[in-house]
């Protein structure tokens, strides 16, 4: 059954965000912390190991929110997603989609591809899809297999993201399409927030800064990188996966690389359920990061963040209306 109004069920947030799902990094701590505060959480099903633990952690993440939604009726849970590699190359995508079936999980956010079976899949079981793009055309293909809405990966984002400004990419995409769109790239202040839905967006996505969030899987030495990082800190390259994607540049140079002279991957070697084709695996010992990281000061638990990032949202608010 499909959802009546999917921008209902994404604005019934106290602040407008998802936080993005980060491989190897979002587990179910982080994903219900962010919930708790009022944000979507959100985990890839493949960090999950092995795939019978994906059942396991989504009955704790549900299980979790309806106690806290019993005992904080004035402040209930945020909806939780799943991320859905969909590239050929994830073998589980069939086993994840039918754990996910089971759970009915409001929101997938699928990636690297877009299939009208997954799709519909999801509507199904009352669910909605986010497929995330990083041009136009790759939006029109979305919406066109039958996507509930659309996640535009812009210049500076992390992991796997485009090369295009926001300011181009979302006004692109709003000439032609009115449903639910997120946007991502850079985004770590409450400022940046408001200026996403200033530029056309509903809703910003949020990754890198969770890096550094007490929950997070990462570990020390990663989140410490995020607080000491800046945006000078970003090497863009494919070398790892197959796919343009931002790294820190500290963890290239522990890999024992020179990240002003990586070469090129070689075309057609996609390679995600193991994290890369190299020897230093991505995301393992490159440790993936978008440009905005230097708006993170330090490590603290996701609630704190998320307070934080609030009260800069209400404050660029005021100021601009003020």
């Known amino acids: 059954m499909p959802v009546a109004d999917p921008l209902a069920l994404l604005k019934s947030l106290r602040l407008p965000v998802i936080g993005s799902p980060m491989f190897l990094i979002s587990g179910p701590d982080l994903v219900i912390a962010q919930c708790k505060a009022g944000i979507i959480g959100s985990f890839p099903a493949l960090n999950a190991r092995p795939q019978s633990q994906l059942g396991q952690w989504l009955d704790r993440i549900t ?19 799943v991320n859905l590699i969909v590239h050929k190359s994830n073998a589980r995508l069939e086993e994840d989609l039918a754990t996910c079936a089971q759970y009915r999980v409001p929101i997938i956010i699928t990636s690297l591809g877009a ?10 079981w009352g669910g909605i899809t986010l497929h995330d793009v990083i041009n136009d055309r790759f939006a029109r293909k979305a919406i066109e297999k039958g996507a509930t809405g659309l996640i535009a990966v812009a210049a500076g984002a992390g992991g796997h993201a485009g090369t295009l400004s926001p300011f181009a990419l979302v006004q692109e995409i709003r000439q032609w399409f009115d449903g639910p769109l997120i946007l991502s790239g850079a985004i770590a202040h409450g400022r940046s927030i408001l200026a996403a839905q200033a530029c056309g967006a509903d809703l910003a996505y949020i990754g890198s800064a969770f890096i550094a969030a007490e ?35 500290p963890s290239i140079i522990a890999a024992g690389l020179d990240p002003d002279n990586l070469p090129e991957s070689e075309p057609g070697r996609m390679n995600f359920g ?12 490159i440790w993936g990061s978008g440009q905005g990281i230097g708006a993170v000061d330090g490590v603290v638990p996701a609630a704190q963040m998320i307070a934080r990032l609030t009260r800069e949202y209400a404050d660029a608010r005021a100021a601009l209306c003020g």
Not at 227 to 249: C, P, Q, S
Not at 274 to 285: E, I
């Open 63 to 81: 299980t979790e929110l309806a106690e806290w939604d019993r005992d904080h009726p004035d402040s209930p849970a945020a909806p939780y997603a």
């Open 115 to 124: 299939r009208e079976d997954v799709n519909a899949a999801v509507r199904d």
């Open 215 to 249: 929950e997070s899987m990462a570990d020390s030495g990663y989140k410490q990188a995020i607080v000491e990082g800046r945006a000078g800190d970003i090497v863009y390259t494919n070398l790892f996966t197959g796919v343009h994607g931002n790294y820190l540049r």
């Open 274 to 285: 193991s994290g890369g084709n190299q020897a230093a695996k991505a995301w393992k010992d």
